[in-house]
């Protein structure tokens, strides 16, 4: 084919497939100026952290002046793009407001997000520093960046929170919807693959490993088959649960009690309460009450997922 006549299959494509950035109507937010304010915002909670040379105290108020400039008037264009599209009143208006809403709340951020870095120190006996943590650990970038997301989502901005968490996503192989609640002091151990559902709430010193699914069973729908918005479709995680490798729980109305342990590979889809273990035993998953003192599934003594010592307590699932 010459070049006049594929430009002539993609113009009949474009008016046939969709798939073309609302043309003569609302400008879709830009990725790459999204990408590059969720490049700003991580300079701006860690500031000395990724600089090419390095940050003087002397010179932070004119540094910390300079990025919030350059973020306010990025933020403020990539709103109202999006309220735009959203065909809210008075975009302009509303995007000053919700950008200055936003960077209001950025120091209680900031004192949120040091609980996730102190919570991955400690729970990392392979870190040698904080340092380390905030520029080598990819759960800083992804628990930070939706934790700004979240508020921009609260704040009713459409697309821009979940553009922001999808960069996380891109550059972590970890996807976290804006709407997720997380409770302080949230650590992801190598954050591939985790997957965190909109509806999820996530309790105060929650670890979880690489590939750990927050999900939903199923989507209700309306007559015409659409999915319903806007309804309960992923679990509670109490305070002080541990998660490991690969597990599985999914369903709004599915509560992971508070000190509970779930082993590697479990599904589960109904809830446990508080002290409980969760672990494969054969073929099917058994849940019992966790013995006193016990911190880590299959860590330390072997009887830690003996039938002996759980006779009477277990219950299959």
Known sequence: MHLDEIKQALLESYRTDGGINHLDGANLPSQA???QLAADLMHLLFPGYFEESGLTERALPAHVTRLLKQIDERLVAEIEKCLRFAQVAHP???ARARATAFLGQFPALRKLIQTDVTAAYKGDPAARSVEEIIVAYPCVLVISLQRL??????LGVPLLPRLLTEYAHERTGCDIHPGARLGDHFFIDHATGVVI????TVGSHVKLYQGVTLGAKSFETD??????KGVKRHPDIGDHVTIYAHATILGGDTSIG???????????MKSIPADSVAIFKGDSVVVRSRRKHETLVGQGSPSATSSADAAGSEWHI
């Open 197 to 200: 559902g909109e509806t999820a």
């Open 223 to 228: 007559p015409e088959g659409n999915p319903i």
């Open 258 to 268: 508070a000190h509970s342990i779930i082993g590697s590979n479990v599904w589960l």
């Open 92 to 94: 302009s208006a509303q």
């Open 33 to 35: 100026s999204v990408n």
């Open 149 to 154: 997301a979240h508020v921009l989502y609260h």
